[in-house]
């Protein structure tokens, strides 16, 4: 049984540039949520998906921006990337009203 | 003042040795607790959950729940060096929905 995967594993951009990370949930889990872990620091909600609806969000920009496909899968978007948006970019999944999750090894962004 | 309070270490301990990890948070809401470990650039890995005061037990790993003292604990029995990672303890709201916030985690080492 597959967990959760992430891509890519890593990726590099410049400031002002757009990037989309990409998920799949573990089998039988339909909410996926978005979580953003700088260096040295606990990860940070960003949004949550379920039934292909944002269904929670964090404190982060419009910037960030996310859709959920009926496969349950998922796509983090973000524009207008800053610096400051270095990290790893973390997907959990979890099925249905369920507290547990199951985390994807992340995509480490950097941002030149 | 963050919601989730944790000693970001790092702590050394010789292999064998009781481990004693701990988080406090301020906010009562907090009803669902979570302790994961993350090896270095890696996801996240749920090792235990709970919500309610008392103790949990899973092999070598118990977590401890104060709700009265917004306190909870994570000890772990006979270390080894394969335990050396990040700790990172987590907690969800009281009916709303399942966004985890995080503490910023304590790095443990374990010396053979």
């Known amino acids: 049984d597959a967990g959760v995967t992430q891509s890519p594993t890593h990726l590099i951009k410049t400031r002002g540039q757009q990037v989309t990370l990409r998920c799949s949930p573990k089998?039988?889990?339909?909410?996926v949520s978005w979580y953003q872990q700088a260096l040295g620091q606990g990860p940070q909600f960003i949004f949550q998906?379920?039934?292909?609806?944002?269904?929670q969000r964090g404190n982060f920009p419009d910037r960030f921006s996310g859709h959920q496909f009926p496969n349950y899968s998922s796509e983090l978007n973000v524009n207008a990337l800053l610096l400051g948006d270095s990290a790893l970019y973390l997907c959990?999944?979890?099925?249905?009203?369920?507290?547990?999750?199951?985390f994807g090894p992340g995509t480490r962004l950097t941002v030149l | 003042q963050k919601e989730v309070e944790q000693d970001p270490g790092p702590l050394s301990v010789p292999e064998g040795a009781i481990v004693s990890l701990n988080c406090t948070y301020s906010?009562?809401?907090?009803?669902?607790f979570m302790w994961y470990r993350q090896y270095s650039r890696k996801g996240p890995e749920l090792l235990m959950y709970?919500?309610?005061?008392g103790n949990k037990e899973d092999g070598r790993f118990t977590a401890q729940v104060d709700k009265s003292s917004k306190y909870i604990s994570l000890f772990i029995r006979d270390s080894q060096p394969s335990d050396s990672a990040t700790y990172l303890c987590?907690?969800?709201?009281?009916?709303?929905?399942?966004?985890?916030?995080f503490g910023g985690g304590t790095r443990l080492m374990v010396k053979p």
């Open positions: 987590a907690m969800i709201y009281n009916n709303a929905g399942n966004m985890l916030t």
């Open positions: 089998s039988g889990h339909d909410t």
């Open positions: 709970t919500y309610s005061s």
């Open positions: 959990a999944s979890s099925p249905t009203f369920n507290n547990e999750q199951f």
């Open positions: 906010n009562s809401a907090f009803q669902y």
């Open positions: 998906y379920y039934e292909e609806e944002e269904r």
